[in-house]
Nanobody, 124 residues
Framework: QLQLVESGGGLVQPGGSLRLSCTTSGLTLNDFTIGWFRQAPGKEREGVACISSREGSAIYANSVKGRFTISRDNAKNTVSLQMDSLKPEETAVYYC?????????????????WGQGTQVTVSS
């Protein structure tokens, strides 16, 4: 069973940067399409970025284009989300999710395996 673990969350000032990582053990993450999502209190889960299996094509939510970058490090079996120019309204729990389907999607129901999430707080 695929188990995902996120790391890298924390407290950052507005305009700052954080790098989140998603990893698993026992399986090769490059075989899966990976998405990053976030959920703020009282709000629906929102897709942020997605990277396809193997070839590494990516899509982003309009709200993060030009500021967030999703990438793979196959040697470390990790998918990362580099977040720059963070805003207070981006405070949320960030989740990574996986699917074997060969697609690019920002919809939560496209993914079947989820991590526990990592808290990102953007505040001065």
């Amino acid at each position: 069973q695929l188990q995902l673990v996120e790391s890298g969350g924390g407290l950052v000032q507005p305009g700052g940067s954080l790098r989140l990582s998603c990893t698993t053990s026992g399986l090769t993450l490059n075989d899966f399409t990976i998405g990053w999502f976030r959920q703020a209190p009282g709000k629906e889960r929102e897709g942020v970025a997605c990277i396809s299996s193997r070839e590494g094509s990516a899509i982003y939510a309009n709200s993060v284009k030009g500021r967030f970058t999703i990438s793979r490090d196959n040697a470390k079996n990790t998918v990362s989300l580099q977040m720059d120019s963070l805003k207070p309204e981006e405070t949320a729990v960030y989740y990574c999710a996986a699917t074997v389907a060969r697609l690019l999607s920002l919809k939560a129901d496209s993914f079947y395996a989820w991590g526990q999430g990592t808290q990102v707080t953007v505040s001065s």
